[in-house]
T-cell receptor, first 112, second 114 residues
Framework: KQEVTQIPAALSVPEGENLVLNCSFT??????LQWFRQDPGKGLTSLLL?????REQTSGRLNASLDKSSGRSTLYIAASQPGDSATYLC???????????FGTGTRLKVLA | EAQVTQNPRYLITVTGKKLTVTCSQN?????MSWYRQDPGLGLRQIYY???????DKGDVPEGYKVSRKEKRNFPLILESPSPNQTSLYFC?????????????FGPGTRLLVL
């Protein structure tokens, strides 16, 4: 059964730091991996989707990498800003089905 | 504007009183899904649908029903709500019928069952 883990659960950094969020999954037979952002009391916004054939995807200050063989993905945020404060979640489709499995998220706080 | 809408946004009800949470998308997406989010447990999938009249169970389907009679709508039905269904509910949609493309989420429905 696919399990998705995100470490750390919470992170607090000063503005301007580069940071890395981690996502681990147990079954490497995935179609893709998505990173989402969730602001308090709001829905989820898709940040990046990495197909299983890709190694990384970039959008602005965000870069997501995927290593299927080791069951890991990282989300790199460059030059963090207070506006980046949110919960970041990763999700993978459950192999062999059309279900989605989410990690429990990393709550990020960027201090001004 | 491309979006997923949910109604109501907030709902307080009592045990056993049937309720429906509506979900609608205007992007002509094939795949639609319902999730619940609980502290410490994260997002868990309740039901999903790959097309009209095609639905299947997610990881936590007990106590819920869904229907997909039209492509744009995917209502979530609680026939006899119980307090353990108090949660934050999200509807999502994806263009690809297998849900393998970017998922777009609604704003959420916060449900309290007394």
């Amino acid at each position: 059964k696919q399990e998705v883990t995100q470490i750390p659960a919470a992170l607090s950094v000063p503005e301007g730091e580069n940071l890395v969020l981690n996502c681990s999954f147990t079954d490497s037979a995935i179609y893709n991996l998505q990173w989402f952002r969730q602001d308090p009391g709001k829905g989820l916004t898709s940040l990046l989707l990495i197909q299983s054939s890709q190694r990384e995807q970039t959008s602005g200050r965000l870069n997501a990498s995927l290593d299927k063989s080791s069951g890991r993905s990282t989300l790199y945020i460059a030059a963090s800003q207070p506006g980046d404060s949110a919960t970041y979640l990763c999700a993978v489709p459950h192999s062999g089905t059309y279900k989605y499995i989410f990690g429990t998220g990393t709550r990020l706080k960027v201090l001004a | 504007e491309a979006q997923v809408t949910q109604n109501p946004r907030y709902l307080i009800t009592v045990t056993g009183k049937k309720l429906t949470v509506t979900c609608s998308q205007n992007m002509n997406h094939e795949y639609m899904s319902w999730y619940r989010q609980d502290p410490g447990l994260g997002l868990r999938q309740i039901y999903y649908s790959m097309n009209v009249e095609v639905t299947d169970k997610g990881d936590v389907p007990e106590g819920y029903k869904v229907s997909r009679k039209e492509k744009r709508n995917f209502p979530l039905i609680l026939e006899s709500p119980s307090p353990n269904q108090t949660s934050l509910y999200f509807c999502a949609s994806s263009r690809d019928r297998w849900g393998r493309e970017t998922q777009y989420f609604g704003p959420g429905t916060r449900l309290l069952v007394l």
